[in-house]
């Protein structure tokens, strides 16, 4: 099973700020990689694809990028709707796992 | 669109089977399309892939739940159900249905999902 591993576990950040995320897999998975949001009380919502490929109606601060077996995801100008957990997800295979999540808090 | 909603008991006893059903709008279960997953989430914990239907195909289940899950489908009702058995408080957890878009040997993309239902097992 592939694990994934994100760091840091917990960021605090202003609106306005650049922030990065980092995943990294146990083994390599060359692009296949998405990242997800999730709010408190709702469903995960897909924002990356194959590492880099915005979904439709994200935002375009958001980006991805990487591949092999470390990742990030980054968000260029935080804004007040973003402060929410992500998750990277890999699905090299088909016994898909995530990473522990990135809580993302303001400052 | 597809739309998900999940149904089923909130409070299972210990070593009971929790049994869930995840109905879908917006496409039938038994299109080649789609492939349909349940994901678990412990209270404040991250996210855990439970298994995948591919109607027409097979299932794949984690190893750590393997031989306590069943996934299958109803095509009269347009649903795909969950069934885990043997569950202990560890169970404990909101349960997601959630879908995705076949693309071939890297499929995995969770584009769909519904709300999710919480859980209990406790006596």
């Known amino acids: 099973e592939i694990q994934m591993t994100q760091f840091p576990s917990s960021l605090s950040a202003s609106v306005g700020d650049r922030v990065t995320i980092t995943c990294r897999a146990s083994?390599?998975?060359?692009?296949?990689l998405a990242w997800y949001q999730q709010k408190p009380g709702k469903a995960p919502r897909l924002l990356i694809y194959k590492a880099s490929g915005l979904q439709s109606g994200v935002p375009s601060r958001f980006s991805g990028s990487g591949s092999g077996t470390e990742f990030t995801l980054t968000i260029s100008s935080l804004q007040p709707d973003d402060f929410a957990t992500y998750y990277c997800q890999q699905y090299d295979n088909y016994l898909y796992t995530f990473g522990q999540g990135t809580k993302l808090e303001i400052k | 669109q597809v739309q998900l909603q999940e149904s089923g008991p909130g409070l299972v006893k210990p070593s009971e089977t929790l049994s869930l059903t995840c109905t879908v709008s917006?496409?039938?279960?038994?299109?080649?399309?789609?492939?349909w997953v349940w994901i678990r989430q412990p209270p404040g914990r991250g996210l855990e892939w439970i298994g995948t239907l591919y109607y027409s195909r097979t299932t794949y289940y984690s190893p750590s739940l393997r031989s306590r899950v069943t996934i299958s489908g109803d095509t009269s009702k347009n649903q795909f159900s969950l069934n885990l058995s043997s569950v202990t408080a560890a169970d404990t957890a909101v349960y997601y249905c959630a879908s995705g878009y076949v693309v071939g040997a890297h499929d995995g993309l969770f584009d769909y999902w519904g709300q999710g239902t919480l859980v209990i097992v406790s006596s």
């Open positions: 083994q390599r998975i060359s692009s296949w």
């Open positions: 917006g496409a039938s279960v038994t299109s080649s399309s789609y492939y």
